[in-house]
């Protein structure tokens, strides 16, 4: 597997999503548009961990990306990789 990859679960088995590899320079604290759906953006003050949430029916999808090891990328590299996770899973997120 890729540094620019991932693997999840869809509720029938293990999936993997490629990124690309050209980060999209996304700030933490904001909101997107992603189609017609709302994606916020938030982090903690330490600065290695940033997450997605999408509102999906009733539940909430948080999508977490925490760097490990020292030094670790700045937040807004790490919220790319949150968003751009997000992009490639949110058509299978329903309404």
Do not use: W
Request: net charge positive; proline share 8%; aromatic share 8%.
């Amino acid at each position: 597997r890729s540094r620019n990859s991932f693997e999840y679960f869809d509720g029938r088995g293990m999936k993997q999503v490629s990124l690309p590899v050209k980060p999209v320079s996304i700030k933490p604290g904001t909101i997107h548009l992603v189609g017609s759906r709302t994606v916020g953006v938030h982090y903690t003050t330490s600065g290695f961990y940033c997450a997605t949430y999408v509102q999906s029916g009733a539940a909430a999808v948080d999508t977490m990306v925490t760097a490990l090891g020292q030094p670790h990328p700045p937040p807004s590299q790490i919220c790319d990789r949150a968003l751009e996770f997000t992009r490639a899973t949110i058509a299978k997120m329903p309404l």
